[in-house]
């Protein structure tokens, strides 16, 4: 039976410290069949996108350094790689960019904008 999610079997990227992705936002993830890498620290990150790494869009955490951001951004762009800028769902507050919980409609907006539509979404 074929997925009917727009995230089956595309790699998504997961850049930010440990407790970004929390355990329930991997398995909605996971339950909508995307395969997932990290998350990885930013300085890892930078240097694995630098040399190759395979992916299909990224998830990026809103609190990493502007000047990380903007060379993400950049790298990404230039790539026409699909990303977004997320917050976990363990954030105290609201920084802005998309939500990376365990909760369906968040979880739907975020692969909305990575995979579907016409045009993907670059930050």
């Known amino acids: 039976m074929k997925s009917l999610s727009s995230a089956a079997g595309k790699t998504i990227l997961i850049i930010g410290e440990a407790g970004f992705l929390s355990d329930r936002a991997r398995k909605a993830l ?3 069949q ?5 998350p990885v620290v930013v300085a890892s990150a930078m240097e694995r996108l ?3 790494l395979v992916f299909d869009a990224v998830i990026i955490d809103v609190t990493i350094s502007d000047e990380a951001m903007l060379w993400m951004n950049e790298w990404l762009e230039t790539r026409r790689v699909p990303f977004i800028f997320a917050h976990g769902e363990q ?3 609201s920084f802005g960019g998309f939500v990376l919980s365990g909760r369906g409609s968040d979880i739907e907006a ?3 904008a990575l995979f579907g539509g016409d045009s993907p979404y670059y930050h």
Do not use: D, P, Q
């Not at 995307?34 to 990290?38: C, H, Y």
């Open 50 to 52: 630098s040399e190759g």
């Open 110 to 112: 975020v692969i909305g």
């Open 34 to 38: 995307a395969l997932l890498t990290g």
């Open 91 to 93: 954030s105290e507050t």
């Open 30 to 32: 996971i339950a909508r």
